[in-house]
């Protein structure tokens, strides 16, 4: 029996059933528009700066010779925990792990490298002799002074039509925010779980 008009395509193949319409979320979480929008914005945010060529561009710009060691991305990590850790107490690669929330081996391989770069110096710790006591060079603090000023200026850039109390409340919301995610970070199974989730039906 052939098929009829109603059950075929113009050209003779079965015609695609018709798509059912998406209902309406009945997860509150789902059905929130504030949410929505915050994580598409935050996915458009790692997109706008998470750009391929910006750190080729430092690289470039901070290569001061031909044998020179261009600046990399985790110089300037290493640089701002060390700097940050300064400020509180003795700053060993421990310290700098913890701060950057990495391993020790990797912590250690980070910090020799900016080490190697010139930007951070090792010396022995007064309180113990076997660790050693990490702190900023003259070039490690100029270039965490050049990096706070070029983000700075981008940001007051970004924001040249804020009010004073509109970054003021920015301020105090990202930063509330981003506490809120350090104490509770994404983790793995939590993926895992998504997939699952959307593979169920």
Do not use: C
């Not at 901070?62 to 300064?86: D, E, I, K, Y």
């Not at 770069?117 to 900023?136: E, H, K, M, Q, T």
């Not at 850039?157 to 003021?168: K, V």
């Not at 105090?172 to 039906?201: G, K, S, Y």
């Amino acid at each position: 029996m052939g098929m009829t008009r109603e059950n075929s395509s113009p050209l003779g193949r079965p015609a695609e059933p018709p798509e059912r319409p998406v209902p309406a979320p009945s997860d509150p979480v789902l059905a929130d528009p504030a949410l929505a929008e915050i994580s598409l914005a935050l996915f458009h945010l790692r997109r706008v700066w998470a750009k391929p060529d910006l750190m080729k561009r430092i690289r470039a710009q901070t290569s001061s010779g031909p044998g020179a060691r261009p600046l990399q991305l985790s110089n300037l990590m290493v640089v701002h925990a060390v700097a940050a850790l300064n400020a509180e107490a003795e700053v060993t690669v421990g310290a700098v792990a913890e701060r950057l929330e990495i391993d020790p081996s990797t912590a250690s391989r980070l910090v020799g490298h900016a080490i190697d770069a010139g930007l951070v110096s090792r010396r022995p710790s007064p309180v113990d002799a076997r660790r050693a006591n990490l702190g900023l060079t003259a070039a490690g603090a100029r270039v965490k002074q050049v990096a706070d000023r070029s983000r700075r200026a981008y940001l007051d850039e970004l924001m040249a039509d804020w009010t004073p109390d509109e970054r003021t409340d920015f301020a105090r919301l990202l930063t509330r925010f981003t506490d809120a995610a350090a104490r509770a970070p994404m983790e793995a199974d939590r993926v895992d779980r998504i997939f699952e989730e959307a593979h169920a039906d």
